[in-house]
């Protein structure tokens, strides 16, 4: 089966509600990437690791991206069209 990556980028307090949208339309899997997160975690835990990848610490601050996987083929383009309208009601609260 094939499947098509959809990236939607948000704020760190944009993950809460986004995610709930997601799970609203029928996703159950979600990738979160907050660089707030990434960092702070870098910043307390140092005395655990010796090796970050400097991709990853070269990041643009502040991107912060839920990451989820839709089939590609009729349902899956039903999906992606709720997520679409889901994100526009979200932006209409902002």
Not at 7 to 33: N, R
Not at 78 to 86: D, Y
């Amino acid at each position: 089966m094939e499947w098509t990556e959809v990236k939607i980028y948000t704020t760190t307090e944009g993950i809460e509600p986004v995610s709930a949208m997601l799970l609203e339309t029928g996703i159950t899997g979600i990738q979160v990437e907050d660089d707030n997160e990434l960092k702070q975690f870098l910043s307390e835990s140092s005395t655990y690791w010796d090796y970050v990848d400097e991709e990853l610490l070269n990041k643009p601050v502040g991107e912060t991206k839920l990451i989820i996987y839709v089939s590609d083929n009729p349902y899956g383009s039903e999906i992606l069209m709720n997520v679409r309208a889901g994100l526009e009601r979200l932006k209409k609260w902002i």
